[in-house]
């Protein structure tokens, strides 16, 4: 079964800092691009951050530029969200997808397998 599974959500100050990891199941990320969203309170879901793992390519909304970092491990089959210097407006919740089409995904791209997502509150 193919599964994504965030973790590492909760609370902050700002300025703060929180990480977050998207765990898959089911298949290999080595073949996937694997994107971070951010659903704040009505809005839509905007990709913050996206990480393909054929070569590594990165990319980040302007608004996450310099705060946050995305990285992969293959062996964990996991994709990681380091968000720091943490802002009111970063509060919402936060799902990881794999993105783009085959063979390798794309970054940024259109999501396609959605995890369930985790909170992350920013206040102060």
């Given at each position: 079964?193919v ?5 590492g ?11 977050l990891s998207?765990e898959?199941?089911g298949?290999?990320?080595e073949?996937?691009a694997?994107g971070w969203?951010?659903q704040?309170?009505?809005t ?15 990319h ?10 995305i990285?992969?491990d293959?062996?964990?089959n996991?994709v990681?969200?380091?968000m720091?210097g943490?802002?009111?407006e970063d509060?919402g919740e936060?799902?990881?997808a ?5 063979p ?7 999501a ?7 909170r ?5």
């Amino acid at each position: 079964q193919v599964q994504l599974v965030e973790s590492g959500g909760g609370s902050a100050q700002t300025g703060g800092s929180l990480r977050l990891s998207c765990e898959a199941s089911g298949f290999s990320l080595e073949y996937y691009a694997i994107g971070w969203f951010r659903q704040g309170p009505g809005t839509g879901r905007e990709e913050v951050a996206c990480i393909r793992f054929h070569d590594g390519k990165t990319h980040y909304d302007d608004s996450v530029k310099g705060r946050f970092v995305i990285f992969g491990d293959k062996d964990g089959n996991t994709v990681s969200l380091e968000m720091h210097g943490l802002k009111p407006e970063d509060t919402g919740e936060y799902y990881c997808a794999t993105v783009g089409g085959p063979p390798f995904g794309s970054c940024p791209g259109a999501a396609d397998v959605w995890g369930q997502g985790t909170r992350v509150a920013v206040f102060g």
